[in-house]
């Protein structure tokens, strides 16, 4: 991926190759931001209010305080305007700024989006299930655990991805108590029986994926009940088809898990179908 385009609150447009933060901003001592990322499909970034919304609940979950979403939409705007390609990465980042700043630095980031995702689309993810070691419930009712939080603590998920890819898979899918399933480091989890489609709830302290709430909304027109719950690793495994969904990958149909085919081992109808709704509702 290669960053184009970088826009600072405070400052307008920035060199990429320029320094923009400090060392006494505690998004570097001690990762405390939040972030979004979403898909700019046709220089149009996708629901952009939504993740923008998300983006000053999670700021306000890691004591970031009031953010300006209206700053931040006119940045991602500066970003895509000088990045001048139409199918991107957008990136927003709020951080509490140097000890004693009266208001957040709010940055817009445009990058290419990461090579090698429709091919994987075809192909199908394999999945490994990690366990996370955390009651669900008392993740949901506990907030300083920060489930559900989009901040840029995010070294445990990328070492989940990291474990996933030494086991030989694509991705992670984390495991709360119980072998309940959760979401994978970067992405929200489905599977399908016959015409049902089941997805971990967000009591569970999950992050409320924007492509998750994108499919729930797609779902019914394509066919599909959804059922939101507290499912075990075994009921994802007898499923007929799984995928995971996120704004970046979008809908990634999943073939194995735990080294063992999921349904008949390739690509299932849900996913696809899913994928085309998600891409026309990107279009309109
Ligand atoms: C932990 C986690 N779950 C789910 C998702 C999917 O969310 P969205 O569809 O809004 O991209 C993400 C996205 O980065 C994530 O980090």
Redo the contacts with the bound molecule.
Sequence with gaps: MTLLALAVGGRGLVDPDEPILHVDDEAFLRSRAAFE?TRVYGGRPFKLDE?LARLAGSAARVEIGEIDTQELGRLAALALEAAAAPDVMLRLFVTPGRDGAVSPTQVAMVSTLPEGLDELRTRGIRLVSIQLGLDPELRASSPWLLGGV?STSYAV?MAAEAEAKRRGADDAVFLGSGDVVL??????VWWRYDEVLYTPALELG??A????ATLVEEAAGAGYEVREGAFPLEHLAGADEAFT????REVMPVVELDAAPVGSGAPGPAARELQNALRQEASR
């Design positions: 990322t993740h989009k998920n979401e994978g480091p970067v992405t929200n999950i992050l994926g924007v492509t998750r969904s996120s704004s970046i």
